[in-house]
């Protein structure tokens, strides 16, 4: 007389059933068995285990960190003082590499900059933008930091300045960011970055799409 | 010495500009047609900004003194000019 397991319920003969339906027991037994794992045949190298169900042994295989996961993290920092007059772009000297693990996967860039801003004369903004090999990726053109003063007295006004982006860079390369400055008013209006040698940060997360 | 050599060159070429990475002169990076100043213009000018900042506070306080003698000619004070919002 077949009984079952007691979790997986699998139709397993009892010690007292006759030996000749012993055959037919284990056939059943191996197509219970084979049914129930069949879930975990494929896959592939990287991918992992994880349920489709809140159903016994309903698994299903999945990229690993799947769904806004972060993959890896990369973090560097610079203090050395970084000054301008320029009205154009010029490097801050904070920049930092990554290398995606796929060319799906998103890069969250976070920027914290130790900046200033400082008029002798005339009025100025900070800018800075944030790019990815070379290519502006979160230019704004909004001024971080406006000073707005009149006669010739010198002015500075400090700030911390933040910039968060979410970017796709769509490759496997190693992709490096950063970050550069600008002021707007010219000769004698400068912004700094890393002001008084403070430390600015860069990190770059990979995450899941 | 990065905010010396800044205050310097904002002194010596007003309307220039430039990137200075660091805190020496090597690491100026001149972006304007006209001529950067030398390392020893920079460094007399950085030694000079103390007196200037001396000077223009001296003057600044002499305008005031002449003014406010001025104004004591016509029997007003710096408070009078201030409540007729000037």
């Not at chain 1, 960190?65 to 000297?93: D, F, H, L, P, R």
């Not at chain 1, 903004?125 to 704004?140: K, P, Q, V």
Request: proline share 3%.
């Amino acid at each position: 007389m077949a009984t079952t397991t007691p979790n997986f319920g699998w139709s397993v003969p009892t010690s007292s059933d006759l030996v000749k339906n012993g055959a037919t027991a284990i056939e059943t037994l191996g197509d219970s068995i084979d049914a129930s794992l069949v879930d975990l045949k494929g896959g592939t190298t990287g991918q992992v285990l994880s349920k489709a169900s809140g159903t016994d042994m309903d698994f299903t295989w999945a990229t690993a960190g799947g769904g806004g996961a972060v993959v890896q993290v990369k973090s560097a920092t610079y203090a050395t003082a970084t000054s301008t007059t320029s009205t154009s772009y010029v490097s801050s000297g904070l920049s930092l590499s990554i290398t995606p693990t796929s060319a799906s996967n998103k890069i969250l860039c976070i920027v914290n900059m130790s900046g200033i801003t400082a008029r002798s004369g005339a009025d100025t903004g900070f800018f800075s933008r944030l790019r990815r090999a070379s290519t502006a990726i979160l230019d704004d053109n909004a001024y971080v930091t406006y000073i707005l003063a009149t006669g010739a007295t010198a002015t500075q006004l400090g700030q911390p300045v933040t910039r968060v982006f979410l970017d796709s860079p769509a490759t496997t390369s190693a992709t490096t960011y950063d970050v550069q400055i600008k002021s707007d008013g010219g000769g004698a209006a400068t912004v700094t970055a890393q002001w008084n040698s403070n430390t600015s940060t860069i990190t770059l997360m990979e995450v899941t799409p | 010495m990065h905010n010396d050599i800044i205050e310097a060159l904002n002194s010596l070429r007003p309307t220039s500009e430039w990137t200075l990475v660091g805190d020496n002169y090597s690491d100026l990076i001149w972006l304007s047609d006209d001529k950067a100043p030398t390392p020893a213009e920079i460094e007399a000018e950085i030694a000079a900004l103390p007196i200037k900042k001396q000077q223009a506070i001296e003057a600044e306080q002499a305008a005031r003194t002449a003014a406010e003698a001025k104004l004591a000619v016509l029997g007003l004070t710096a408070d009078d000019l201030k409540a007729l919002g000037l």
